[in-house]
């Protein structure tokens, strides 16, 4: 069973920045696409970014220019980096893998998820 970990969450102030980190033993990180996603309550889970064999990337429109995802193979280990954090950040962050096609941002279409670690941001 594949079970991918995050961590790296945390409590920051508009402006500043977050690394955060998903490890998951047993999964090959070059076979399908990696993604996170965040979920704030009362909202639905949403598509932050996602990386692609051949490193691909995308990205949703509210988070370009100020979150980078990266992959370091050596490690088996997805980032994100966040930067620039503004309130509206304030979500539980989850990373999942095993993309089976379709839209990147579409949950449904990853196959295994992390618990999650949280990040919220004050201003």
């Known amino acids: 069973q594949v079970q991918p970990v995050e961590s790296g969450g945390g409590s920051v102030q508009a402006g500043g920045s977050l690394r955060l980190s998903c490890a998951a033993s047993?999964?090959?990180?070059?076979?399908?696409?990696m993604g996170w996603f965040r979920q704030a309550p009362g909202k639905e889970r949403e598509g932050v970014a996602a990386?692609?064999?051949?490193?691909?990337?995308y990205y949703a429109d509210s988070v370009k220019g100020r979150f980078t995802i990266s992959q370091d193979n050596g490690k088996n280990t997805v980032y994100l980096q966040m930067n620039s954090l503004k309130p509206d950040d304030t979500a539980m962050y989850y990373c999942?893998?095993?993309?089976?096609?379709?839209?990147?941002?579409?949950?449904?279409?990853?196959?295994?998820w992390g618990q999650g670690t949280q990040v919220t941001v004050s201003s």
């Open positions: 999942a893998a095993e993309f089976t096609g379709g839209r990147w941002s579409d949950a449904r279409r990853f196959r295994y």
């Open positions: 990386l692609c064999p051949g490193i691909s990337t």
């Open positions: 047993g999964y090959t990180y070059n076979r399908s696409c």
